[in-house]
């Protein structure tokens, strides 16, 4: 058991070493927040690519069986969404139909019957992207760093929670506060 001389000693070491890790940490934990925000959304937007759609209509004379398109016709076609030079090869999923791949997973799709022509357009975001690589754990020293930020994140919640005196600390509304914030979690764990 701890003396009261010790544990206020430990209090004020505590708040030197909520401080300096807080402030350590912070950045990682603002990226795993903003990251943490767009993966919680994936139902509502894809976090990793852009995606939009666009409809055109092509003013030419195609002809009316996909098999007469080749390579050439196909990167012609690619102009009017000015992807002509990120062909990689298309195909006919019917005979009236042609799909063009782009580079980077864009893609057009072309009826010959009626000259529409459907292009979809996917491009990485390029910060976000990055963000959520981390939560897949990308390498054997990002996994070591994680492990590391994890128990400073425990020492920075215990720090935190004995350095406070009085009716605010643990023993008062800080324990109220605290005791909320385990059970919402666990409600939904629970109700789930």
Known sequence: ????????????YSR?????????????LMI?????FMLNHKKDFHSDYSITQKTYQL???????????DKKMAVHLLEICKEETNYIKHYSPEADLVKIFIKGGSSLVVNLKDGSAQYESIKKRPIISCFNKLHYNPSRWWTI????????????????LI?????????????????IGLLIPLGFILLS
């Open 145 to 160: 760093f994680s492990d590391i930020f994890i128990i400073s994140l425990l020492i920075i919640i215990l720090s935190g």
């Open 163 to 179: 350095m406070l005196k009085g009716p605010k600390s643990l023993w008062g509304r800080g324990g109220i506060e605290f005791l």
């Open 1 to 12: 058991m701890l003396s009261k001389k010790n544990f206020n000693s430990l209090r004020k």
């Open 59 to 69: 003013n030419e004379n195609l002809p009316k069986d996909s098999k007469l398109i």
């Open 16 to 28: 030197f070493i909520h401080r300096d890790l807080s402030f350590f940490f912070s950045g990682v």
């Open 32 to 36: 795993y927040a903003i990251s943490g």
